[in-house]
T-cell receptor, first 112, second 113 residues
């Protein structure tokens, strides 16, 4: 199995600023994913981050707004840039290991 | 298009009665299917998974689900609900051809005393 941790667990930010969320996995994984879960909603995939290649973004998400880094097989970051109140959400990191999907505890972001 | 549908956004049952949470997926050659639970302010926890072995899958906390290819369904059941089962439940499908994970819209399970 894999254990995923995220930092920060929550934050309150001013509009126009940026926040970088860190995701650490206790195992080496090829595929990592970033999701957004807006209040009362299901999870929406933002992008897939594979080590050694550019992240692949889903429709409606762009690199300028959500830049992602994947420097090695256990770590990834997601930046939420130029934030607005509409970006208030829970952001979850996920990793696939041996046909199972593991999720971090999420980062609860509130933008004022 | 590949999709997963959770037919009920909210299910309410009395404690001690059976639970049924419904999930249908679009047909595909070899989907893997999962149920996750999310308690308030907690992370996602895997309840059970189907990956082409036995069609009746047993998970944690007394939950089980049956994969029915003819009905493209993977409904989650539990014989007797407990108050601690109150949470949001997500049906998740992974289509191996695309390696894409698709979440259902979620079902909120409420338990009445």
């Amino acid at each position: 199995s894999a254990v995923i941790s995220q930092k920060p667990s929550r934050d309150i930010c001013q509009r126009g600023t940026s926040l970088t969320i860190q995701c650490q996995v206790d195992s080496q994984v090829t595929m990592m994913f970033w999701y957004r879960q807006q209040p009362g909603q299901s999870l929406t995939l933002i992008a897939t981050a594979n080590q050694g290649s550019e992240a692949t973004y889903e429709s409606g998400f762009v690199i300028d707004k959500f830049p992602i880094s994947r420097p090695n097989l256990t770590f990834s970051t997601l930046t939420v840039s130029n934030m607005s109140p509409e970006d208030s959400s829970i952001y979850l990191c996920s990793a696939r290991l041996a046909e199972e999907q593991f999720f971090g505890p999420g980062t609860r972001l509130t933008v004022l | 298009a590949q999709s997963v549908t959770q037919l009920d956004s909210h299910v309410s049952v009395s404690e001690g009665t059976p639970v049924l949470l419904r999930c249908n997926y679009s047909s595909s050659y070899s989907p893997s299917l999962f149920w996750y639970v999310q308690h308030p302010n907690k992370g996602l926890q895997l309840l059970l998974k189907y990956t082409s072995a036995a069609t009746l899958v047993k998970g944690i906390n007394g939950f089980e689900a049956e994969f029915k290819k003819s009905e493209t369904s993977f409904h989650l059941t539990k014989p007797s609900a407990h108050m601690s089962d109150a949470a949001e439940y997500f049906c998740v499908v992974v289509y191996s051809s695309a390696s894409k994970i698709i979440f259902g819209s979620g079902t909120r399970l409420s338990i009445r005393p």
